[in-house]
């Protein structure tokens, strides 16, 4: 018997998204109905709404979720009811050439669930990044449910399933800082200040926040930058370089997803550096360098899909190292809002009031 709820969605390109009644099925084989607990307003489901990642308009909204394992289906094994999980969208599949080749944290062919939720009309709705969390129930994968410590807040468990978890991951993982390096975060929303508390887990000694706001470059003090630069006043590339000896960064990581922070990203690297690119563009934008200062420079210029992390593996290790008091999360918790709150939350992330605006269903 389908569940009926509740669910944030977005019907057009641009438009306000509503609360609807939808209808969540009975989980199938190899699916997981799970209650959600909690669910961050990440700038991933801004961009679904404004039609910026594909146009399967009606989407539920919502993806950086915790919750309760209520039922699972035919053949699943991995989570059973009652399991606190946090929700990841790379469920990795074991069998594409990625996965077959060792590299499940780039798994191509990750998995969602089979059937569709819908409105009460029967109208099939698109899950934001397979999973759909603002919402009081959601249908998966049961490989999107990664079992966590349940004495973890839902409100900051929910957060690694999607933007804190990939920016720890662009520094721990992409950007492989080590012990003693040096290292320069553009751009200190949620994803940056995650960022800098990755190269601080990672060991580096030298971590350098940049934005255009004084505000968030003290939040990103607070989680561990031992320098800032407001790039409204200073020039970063020479700031950064005159912070490290002359030199530049050993990793730069781009957390906006602009090509002219890339290009600031690129020059303020060291001889031989990283450049990290973990801000999300929007279709169109492009950047150019000159070839000679791409094969001069050398080093490494990657991308980051999801902080390269593996959700079964550094989930869990980063829950641990929350109940141990290693790993502020509850930090980039600004506010907790009721379901129906999205679209102002919506507002006050573009206005730069927030880290993580979290939807608590219990409000």
Not at 181 to 200: H, T
Not at 202 to 221: C, H, Q
Not at 289 to 317: A, I, N, V
Request: proline fraction near 6%.
């Amino acid at each position: 018997m389908p569940f009926e709820g509740r669910g944030v969605v977005a019907t057009g390109a641009g438009k306000p998204v509503t609360l609807e009644t939808i209808l969540v099925p009975d989980p199938g084989p190899g699916e997981a109905l799970v209650a959600v607990q909690a669910c961050g307003v990440c700038h991933t489901d801004l961009h679904y709404r404004e039609g910026g990642i594909t146009p399967d308009f009606p989407f539920l909204l919502g993806h950086e979720a915790a919750g309760v394992v209520e039922q699972v289906g035919a053949g699943v094994t991995s989570v059973v009811p009652g399991d606190f999980v946090v929700l990841n969208w790379r469920a990795v599949c074991g069998e594409c050439r990625s996965c077959r080749r060792g590299r499940p944290q780039y798994c191509f062919a990750t998995h969602n669930a089979t059937q569709r939720m819908t409105l009460l009309d029967g109208t099939p709705l698109t899950p934001a990044l397979g999973i759909g969390a603002f919402a009081d129930k959601t249908l998966v994968a049961a490989g999107q449910c990664t079992p966590v410590d349940r004495r973890a807040s839902p409100e900051a468990a929910g957060l690694l399933g999607c933007g804190v978890m990939a920016g720890i991951g662009s520094a721990m993982f992409t950007g492989e800082v080590g012990p003693g390096d040096s290292v320069a975060v553009f751009g200190c929303g949620g994803v940056g200040c995650a960022a800098v508390v990755g190269a601080r887990l990672a060991g580096a000694a030298t971590v350098i926040a940049v934005d255009l706001d004084d505000a968030k470059l003290e939040l990103a003090r607070g989680f561990g930058a031992t320098a800032s630069v407001n790039a409204s006043t200073s020039d970063p590339v020479e700031a950064i370089r005159a912070l490290t000896g002359g030199n530049g960064a050993d990793v730069c990581i781009e957390a906006v997803g602009d090509p002219a922070v890339m290009e600031q990203a690129f020059y303020a690297r060291d001889l031989a550096g990283t450049l990290v690119q973990v801000g999300v563009p929007t279709p169109g934008m492009t950047i150019e360098l000159p070839m000679t200062e791409f094969f001069g420079r050398g080093g490494r210029l990657k991308p980051s899909w999801y902080g390269d992390c593996l959700p079964s593996r550094d989930f869990p290790m980063l829950i641990d190292l929350y109940l141990q008091g290693r790993l502020d999360l509850d930090g980039f918790v600004s506010e907790t809002i009721p379901l129906d709150g999205v679209e102002e939350a919506f507002a006050r992330m573009q206005r730069g009031e927030v880290l993580r605006s979290v939807v608590v269903n219990s409000l």
